[in-house]
């Protein structure tokens, strides 16, 4: 399938040549054309499934068609509703470069920032508006912000949104919109909270689910390091030292951790920038474009911060702290090996972490190879248990246990 096929619109075409995209990735292919057919849309993918298109691009052309009709105007048309600022600007990016060759006009408003710039850029008229909840509803309640004339509402990581306790915002935000109105619900996870939200905001929606474990652990390369917990950061300086090379993300479970290692390898003469929920939007801004630029090649974060956060040519993932929820480590390790680049993802796991690796195998269907050729190895009886109904991929790991020349072991 190639993107003409979808019969989208020239324009919009030549954005997406110049970005160099060659065919629509599955998410892509399967909603672009439903969106087009103004279904409502409740889709499970997370980021770096190419999901920002799979909106933006039929957005684009629905406007865009609308806009050649002479149904213009510069009125909110299509609002997106996103849980971080980080997220936002980064859709926002995405619309500017997918609209290049439209007169279609987009602004993103988020929370932690000035107010005074927003509601300019708000008055000269946008069509396409993406938002943080709280801002959103900040500017509205102003009455800088018109919502009556919105066609296509989307909820981006809703289960994140619903997570930062934005329920009641985003069925405010959907009331204040027009009741005729295409719905689109993206998240990353399907929990009870989300579909329920989802069975009471959409009309017959048409459901897309991409598999997180299947499209993002493929093309990653991963590598379990069992530990001492003492001895992580001397085995994360190791790794640096002599395996990983280029541009790393870094995740830690606490904000104190983050800075914990941040200062450890800033003392180590690393380049590293760090963000998590503590530091202010600045900062946190500030650090991504050091890491996106090039200035630093080591961005530490926590999960909630990093969250959808696009971050291109990314070589290796380092679990610094093995997730305990076993979505988590999907998460973390399909911020490598995006839209059909390869990566590599490093865990460190000590012993107490051991049943998140176990519960994490069973998510993926697949054993983690351990390396075990490093200086800082956890004493081996204390290393876990085969899972006993693992499946046949399992069984083919216990064989492979069994042979002593292997450097690498399946566990
Ligand atoms: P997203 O999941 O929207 O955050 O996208 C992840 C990355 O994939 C972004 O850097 C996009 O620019 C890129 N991308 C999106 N669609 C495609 C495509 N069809 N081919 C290649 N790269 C893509």
């Not at 060659?22 to 998410?27: A, D, G, L, S, V």
């Not at 017959?204 to 001492?228: A, C, F, G, H, M």
């Not at 800075?259 to 202010?280: F, M, P, Q, R």
Request: aromatic content about 6%; glycine content about 6%; charged content about 30%.
């Amino acid at each position: 399938m190639q993107f003409k096929d979808l019969k989208l619109n020239k324009p919009i075409l030549k954005a997406i040549s110049e970005k160099k995209y060659e065919i629509p990735t599955p998410i892509q292919e399967y909603t672009i054309p439903l969106i087009l057919d103004k279904k409502d849309v409740i889709a499970s993918a997370q980021t770096g499934t190419g999901k920002t298109a799979a909106f933006a691009l039929p957005i684009l052309q629905l406007l865009y068609d609308k806009q050649n009709e002479g149904k213009s105007g510069k009125k909110i048309r299509a609002l997106i509703v996103s849980p971080t600022r980080e997220l936002a600007i980064q859709i926002n990016e995405n619309f500017n470069r997918y609209s290049k060759y439209t007169n279609l006009k987009s602004a993103v408003i988020f929370g932690g920032a000035s107010i005074d710039p927003q509601k300019e850029i708000l008055k000269k008229g946008v069509d396409i508006l993406i938002a943080t909840p709280g801002r959103l509803l900040d500017l509205h309640k102003q009455d800088i912000i018109h919502l009556s004339f919105i066609e296509t509402l989307v909820l981006d990581e809703a289960d994140l949104m619903l997570d930062m306790g934005f329920i009641d915002d985003v069925r405010k935000i959907e009331r204040l919109c027009p009741s005729q109105k295409q719905i689109l619900l993206f998240s990353a996870t399907m929990p009870h909270k989300v579909v329920n939200l989802a069975n009471t905001l959409l009309t017959d929606p048409e459901r897309v689910e991409i598999s997180p474990t299947s499209s993002t652990t493929k093309s990653v390369n991963q590598i379990l390091y069992y530990t001492p917990k003492p001895q992580k950061v001397e085995l994360c300086l190791h790794l640096l030292r002599n395996t990983i090379k280029g541009n790393i993300l870094i995740f830690r479970r606490t904000k104190h951790g983050v800075d914990k290692l941040e200062k450890s390898l800033l003392k180590n003469d690393y380049k590293v920038a760090s963000i998590h929920g503590d530091k202010s939007q600045s900062e946190r801004q500030e650090a991504l474009n050091d890491f996106k630029k090039g200035k630093v090649n080591i961005l530490i974060a926590t999960d909630v911060a990093s969250r959808g956060i696009d971050i291109k040519e990314l070589d290796a993932v380092i679990n610094f702290d093995i997730p305990n929820i076993s979505e988590t480590y999907v998460h973390r390790i399909g911020r490598t090996g995006r839209a059909g680049n390869k990566g590599t993802s490093y865990s460190l796991c000590s012993a107490d972490e051991k049943s998140y690796v176990i519960s994490i195998q069973k998510l993926i269907n697949k054993f983690i190879p351990v390396e075990e050729e490093h200086p800082y190895p956890l004493d081996p009886l204390a290393k876990p248990e085969v899972h006993k109904k693992a499946g046949s991929k399992h069984k083919k790991g216990r064989k492979s246990e069994g042979s002593k020349k292997k450097k690498k072991r399946w566990y």
